[in-house]
T-cell receptor
């Protein structure tokens, strides 16, 4: 158990819908990272937050947004969902520049 | 494009044998990391090797790094069925920043009992 929690574990929704994925980092970790893992693209970095502020952006679509709250949990919002957004979404936390600790992931299926 | 690319894509061995997995990367790095992922689960960090290190050990794991060839290898000795998983290398693009970690597509290791 990495200490990083993610909810929900599974999510099934329809195209055009909006979903919110939630992540709680390890106790004491100020940084949260979001990754998307799909069969064709592999593991892609989406965005990083550090102590509530956006720190780095990767291959995140404009339809996606994230935030980190004062209690350090983070949410990833995915809107206008398309079939191609079906993937595993991972959250990871760290005390930069330390090691990444990954959560168990949320499996999103867009039908 | 992926910074780290693992080779082979899939590996099947018998329990007790050694497993060797390779990773090649394109640009200079500060460090290179190896992760394991059990099916459908989150990634677990295995080992980090810095650019000024050539070899590192952790239990049954041995990682080597050759910066002149831009390659790394992960050796798992005396493999067990529980080692069955996907293995990824990740490089930091010489930034030292986790946000710049790029992962390869992974190697699927199957260890037959």
């Amino acid at each position: 158990d990495s200490g990083v929690t993610q909810t929900p574990k599974h999510l099934i929704t329809a195209t055009g819908q909006r979903v919110t994925l939630r992540c709680s980092p390890r106790s004491g970790d100020l940084s949260v990272y979001w990754y998307q893992q799909s069969l064709d693209q592999g593991l892609q970095f989406l965005i990083q937050y550090y102590n509530g502020e956006e720190r780095a952006k990767g291959n995140i679509l404009e339809r996606f947004s994230a935030q980190q709250f004062p209690d350090l949990h983070s949410e990833l919002n995915l809107s206008s969902l398309e079939l191609g957004d079906s993937a595993l979404y991972f959250c990871a936390s760290s005390v930069p520049p330390g090691l990444l600790y990954f959560g168990p992931g949320t499996r999103l299926l867009v039908l | 494009s992926q910074q780290g690319e693992e080779d082979p894509q899939a590996l099947s061995i018998q329990e007790g044998e050694n497993a060797t997995m390779n990773c090649s990367y394109k640009t200079s790095i500060n460090n290179l990391q190896w992760y394991r992922q059990n099916s459908g689960r989150g990634l677990v960090h295995l080992i980090l090797i810095r650019s000024n290190e050539r070899e590192k050990h952790s239990g049954r794991l041995r990682v080597t790094l050759d910066t002149s060839k831009k390659s790394s290898s992960l050796l798992i000795t005396a493999s067990r069925a529980a080692d069955t998983a996907s293995y990824f290398c990740a490089t930091d693009g010489q930034t030292g920043a986790n946000s710049k970690l790029t992962f390869g597509k992974g190697i699927t290791l199957s260890v037959r009992p």
